[in-house]
């Protein structure tokens, strides 16, 4: 008569007396030997037919794992996802940057806009009086002695300088008439 055998790992005998094991099924997996029924995969992990341990799953960039719907999602708008294992969340865009959906890293603003807030979906025009540059997080004053009443200025050089008989303070949208006996 054979002697009994314990069931291999990926596999598990629910009942005494029977004459095979049977395979854990997709979506459970089994790491020990002898075993009496398969564990269910953790949220964030995969187990195919027969597994003996949890594989996690891994995300496409501009994508992360939701464990409520236990698959990877398109990243939300104002975040970046760089994809990977489940522990990699959406991150908000950084200060002077934005995000569309499915954003695998953050775009930096373009010269002529700028980006004050973390999660922005589109950078702001930059103001009159005022230059950003590339990657800007806030507007830069056109100099002393210049001015702007332009907005959308990509560098200093676009700023207007001052006319004679004029004062234009830093920001200045436009030049100030000189003060009588100045």
């Not at 009496?36 to 341990?53: E, I, K, L, N, Q």
């Not at 603003?109 to 590339?134: D, F, I, M, V």
């Not at 234009?168 to 100030?176: E, F, I």
Request: proline content about 8%; some cysteine; aromatic content about 6%.
């Amino acid at each position: 008569e054979a002697q009994p055998r314990a069931c291999s790992r990926g596999m598990y005998a629910a009942a005494a007396g029977l004459r095979a094991c049977t395979a854990c099924e997709e979506g459970t997996y089994q790491s020990g030997e002898g075993a009496t029924a398969c564990v269910v995969c953790d949220p964030g992990y995969t187990c195919d037919a027969g597994s003996v341990m949890q594989i996690a799953t891994s995300c496409a960039a501009g994508t992360f794992f939701d464990a409520s719907e236990d698959a990877c999602v398109d990243c939300p708008a104002g975040s970046w996802c760089s994809g990977g294992p489940p522990a990699l969340q959406p991150r908000p865009c950084s200060r002077g940057s934005f995000c569309a959906a499915n954003a695998a890293e953050p775009t930096d603003c373009p010269a002529g806009r700028y980006g004050s807030e973390t999660g922005l979906t589109a950078c702001a025009n930059c103001t009159s009086g005022h230059w950003c540059g590339k990657g800007s997080s806030a507007p830069t004053p056109c100099g002393t002695g210049s001015y702007s009443n332009a907005s959308g200025l990509a560098s200093e050089d676009e700023c207007l300088p001052c006319v004679a008989g004029s004062a234009c303070l830093a920001g200045s949208v436009a030049p100030g008439l000189c003060a009588p006996g100045s």
